[in-house]
């Protein structure tokens, strides 16, 4: 039903800044809360970002006070703005939707229902 796309990922100098985003279509309303998690190589995936419809967000204790978690509902678009980037957030970062959850959005990954295909994020240092 949904189909989603991240891209703005890329390679950047540690201390620096990306701007992520996750465009969602095959839906016409924005009644759903969406996320962003990450996976680097040989470790699990985990929770990065998310936020409810009417922006009720929570952060990972690792990215607190430098990711920011927006949505533009009248674009279906979603947003994961960071900052002060650090090597250790290398990874590929996935937006998700969770259809079944409006308002309070969870950080289990397996509460979500639709994943986009993953973008790269690469910090040097």
């Known amino acids: 039903q949904l189909q989603l796309v991240d891209s703005g990922g890329g390679l950047v100098q540690a201390g620096g800044s990306l701007r992520l985003s996750c465009a969602i279509s095959?839906?016409?309303?924005?009644?759903?809360?969406m996320a962003w998690f990450r996976q680097a190589p040989g470790s699990e995936r985990k929770f990065v970002a998310a936020?409810?419809?009417?922006?009720?967000?929570y952060y990972a204790q690792s990215v607190a006070g430098r990711f920011t978690i927006s949505r533009d509902n009248a674009k279906n678009m979603g947003y994961l703005q960071m900052n002060s980037l650090k090597p250790e957030d290398s990874a590929v970062y996935y937006c998700?939707?969770?259809?079944?959850?409006?308002?309070?959005?969870?950080?289990?990954?397996?509460?979500?229902?639709?994943w986009g295909q993953g973008t790269q994020v690469t910090v040097s240092s």
């Open positions: 936020i409810g419809m009417h922006s009720q967000t």
């Open positions: 998700a939707v969770d259809a079944g959850r409006i308002y309070d959005p969870r950080t289990e990954d397996e509460e979500y229902d639709y």
């Open positions: 095959g839906r016409t309303d924005t009644r759903y809360a």
